[in-house]
């Protein structure tokens, strides 16, 4: 076999390798294929395996608050972009509530904390983000997604795209945790016709949730949205009439995390010091109808890539082995 046979093979064996493990230079490394017992496949991920600040591609850091008295909800922070508020550490990334006094835009507060907006935004499909996440009276931690055409001015959406007030945008609450309910955690969807108080949701008693990692997920389609920890259904939205005012929930919605203190999650004790939430990765799947359900169910929790298994990915090392095929008789063996 000639120099020049050699060369084209390699040259197909590094094609082949960057379209299977998808190779794609960005700090969005999440794994890809298919969802045990679905046609679901990764569209967008973070695995926050790069230590230092979030990702700039994947999130916008929220920090200019909303009204002259500061944020919703009477929540008593402010939100920062400093690295001591949220960074990214061994496959981590971790969003810090803590107390310090603090000044921005005119106004003093006595905590700070982060609230990340994903530069993402999508409609239907399915969301897991694995967390921990500390408790108790005045904290306030949130894994969320509003709609993009919020009308919010300081969020990632706004200039492009707000055009509608809260709750006429939607909001759906993948995991909430309120202070006071110290073993209970929430999903809801925030409508026009429920929404705050009166929203659609239910809790689940989960008493580790501030000790271990649980799975919060959410399968959203053209019906329903069903809420999980750990893969485990504990509610499903799906109203009888879905119109303007009970489904706001068929345009792109995009992910918020952040951790408030105060407001919903009770009074800050005076004695309250910092607390955190842990992600170890945000994962965004939709289904693909050219893609059969697999035989057998793939590791959801596995951090190294999985074969894209797609008729396009197939298609295209079948292309370029043909052509390297063709070069490898023309230039001889």
């Known amino acids: 076999m000639t120099k020049n046979a050699l060369a084209w093979i390699w040259i197909v064996c590094v094609l082949v390798r960057m379209e299977f493990?998808?190779?794609?230079?960005?700090c969005a490394s999440g794994e890809t294929g298919n969802m045990p017992g679905a046609r679901?496949?990764?569209i967008w991920a973070d695995e926050f395996n790069v230590d230092g600040p979030v990702c700039e591609q994947n999130w916008f850091h929220q920090t200019q608050i909303p009204t002259p008295t500061g944020w919703y909800n009477n929540e008593e922070q402010h939100y920062t972009d400093r690295l001591d508020n949220s960074h990214a550490h061994d496959g981590l990334l971790t969003i810090v509530a803590k107390k310090e006094k603090f000044m921005d835009q005119g106004l003093e507060r006595s905590y700070t904390s982060a609230r990340l907006n994903s530069k993402f935004a999508f409609t239907?499909?399915?969301?897991d983000v694995r967390a921990r996440l500390d408790g108790g009276s005045g904290t306030w931690p949130a894994i969320w997604m509003l709609g993009r055409n919020v009308q919010e001015p300081g969020g990632y959406w706004y200039s492009m795209f707000g055009n509608q007030t809260w709750p006429d945008c939607g909001e759906i609450d993948v995991m909430e945790h309120f202070g006071p309910r110290n073993d209970v955690i929430s999903g809801s969807a925030h409508s026009p016709s429920r929404y705050g108080g009166n929203a659609n949701t239910k809790t689940r008693i989960l008493k580790d949730f501030n000790t271990t990692f649980h799975k919060y997920s959410i399968i959203w389609d053209e019906r329903k949205i069903m809420f999980m920890v750990d893969d485990v259904p504990y509610y499903a939205y799906?109203?009888?009439?879905?119109?303007?005012s009970t489904w706001p929930f068929?345009?792109?919605h995009y992910l918020l995390l952040n951790f408030a203190l105060?407001?919903?999650?009770?009074s800050v004790p005076s004695d309250f010091e910092q607390a955190t939430m842990d992600i170890d990765y945000v994962r965004v799947y939709q289904k693909d109808p050219l893609i059969p359900a697999p035989s057998a169910p793939m590791d959801a929790t596995r951090k190294s890539r999985a074969i894209r298994n797609t008729p396009t990915s197939i298609f295209l090392v079948?292309?370029?082995l043909g052509a390297a095929f063709v070069l490898i008789l023309c230039t001889g063996l």
């Open 250 to 252: 068929d345009k792109p």
């Open 318 to 320: 079948m292309v370029s």
């Open 40 to 42: 679901y496949v990764l």
């Open 21 to 26: 493990l998808g190779v794609d230079g960005t």
């Open 124 to 127: 239907y499909g399915r969301v």
């Open 238 to 244: 799906e109203p009888l009439i879905r119109d303007s």
């Open 262 to 266: 105060g407001g919903e999650g009770g």
